[in-house]
């Protein structure tokens, strides 16, 4: 009999053993996680980086099987963890302003792709930016100068005017004097760049005199 309980015995501690070591997908009875063979958690998701460029850039994350959202539309450089494992796509989206948008980027998540980064650069497809100028009065004239180069892109013009095509540059809209009691507004620079692609100056002409002069010629004196 004691032979018998002593071979029990020595069974419940092999199986014991065993138990306690464990195999490569043993389940952790806390979390419910598979384990590696060091108990450690298996990973079953990745993390998305996206860079994107202007800081205006914007996108959705989409699964790329099922095709439900896992990031909203989304607006300048973005991270994010805990994306389960899976097929993705990265879709950019339309923002104007003389921007091509960048092409959908598709990426994977597993087990050896743990993360990702997508990087997209919206390329400019203008060089070039338009320029508004409201004058009051009517009258009023400017003319309109490289700021750098002194070139003039506007010849001297009188009344609201809107032009497209300017390339890019640093200007300046210079008024005129216009007489008539009018003080000439001051020079309004302004930039045209991939940020700035159009551009409005104001110019109003103050009135200077609320008065005039007066003739009187009388015949005979």
């Not at 409201?134 to 009188?158: F, I, L, M, Q």
């Amino acid at each position: 009999m004691k032979l018998v309980m002593m071979m029990a015995i020595a069974l419940l501690a092999i199986t014991g053993c065993e138990t306690k070591g464990g195999t490569a997908a043993q389940t952790n009875r806390d979390s419910g996680s598979a384990l590696d063979s060091g108990s450690n958690p298996i990973p079953t998701s990745g993390t998305l980086i996206i860079n994107v460029s202007p800081v205006t850039g914007k996108y959705e994350v989409r699964n790329d099987v099922a095709g439900t959202a896992v990031v909203n539309e989304h607006s300048g450089n973005f991270n994010v963890a805990g994306i389960p494992f899976g097929d993705y796509v990265v879709k950019f989206k339309d923002i104007g302003g003389g921007y091509t948008t960048p092409a959908d980027i598709h990426f994977t998540l597993d087990a050896t792709h743990l993360s990702f980064t997508a990087n997209g650069t919206y390329a400019i497809t203008s060089a070039s930016g338009a320029l508004t100028v409201n004058v009051t009065p009517a009258s009023g004239k400017y003319e309109v100068r490289n700021d750098v180069t002194g070139t003039v892109v506007v010849t001297e013009h009188s009344g609201n005017f809107n032009v497209a095509g300017i390339p890019f540059g640093d200007y300046v809209v210079k008024f005129k004097d216009i007489g008539g009691g009018y003080a000439t507004p001051a020079d309004i620079p302004f930039t045209l760049d991939a940020t700035h692609l159009s551009f409005t100056a104001n110019g109003t002409y103050a009135i200077t005199s609320a008065s005039g002069a007066l003739t009187v010629n009388v015949t005979p004196a």
